[in-house]
């Protein structure tokens, strides 16, 4: 079993950058990739950037690429998503998701992940 804890949520201008984590629990998380995913308000929850389990592979949604950085230092550390010029239309609860796989390919899909946090909200004024 692997439990999440999304935190870094809160309230900033456009423009401006917060920096989401995502800590793990569980032995099995270093054979995990994770990816964050968000809702907004009246939304379907959307794919926002994955990162694979050694950290070597990431993907973006178009609409965060080259504003938004996923990372993490190694298998067991926590995942960060760093979110620069923010957008009032960034404006969502984020979850962060993991899966257990040690392969390259990010998944973008809900179903393809196992484990769930509970979500930060992240709120951006115009």
């Known amino acids: 079993q692997v439990q999440l804890v999304e935190s870094g949520g809160g309230l900033v201008q456009a423009g401006g950058s917060l920096r989401l984590s995502c800590a793990a629990s569980?032995?099995?998380?270093?054979?995990?990739?994770v990816g964050w995913f968000r809702q907004g308000p009246g939304k379907e929850r959307e794919f926002v950037a994955g990162?694979?389990?050694?950290?070597?592979?990431?993907y973006y949604a178009d609409s965060v690429k080259g504003r938004f950085t996923i990372s993490r230092d190694n298998a067991r550390a926590p995942v960060y998503l760093q979110m620069n010029s923010l957008k009032p239309e960034d404006t969502a609860v984020y979850y962060c998701?993991?899966?257990?796989?040690?392969?390259?390919?990010?998944?973008?899909?809900?179903?393809?992940?196992?484990?769930w946090g509970q979500g930060t909200q992240v709120t951006v004024s115009s």
């Open positions: 998701a993991a899966r257990q796989s040690r392969g390259l390919r990010i998944g973008v899909r809900i179903e393809e992940y196992d484990y």
């Open positions: 569980g032995r099995t998380f270093s054979n995990c990739a």
């Open positions: 990162i694979s389990w050694s950290g070597g592979t990431t």
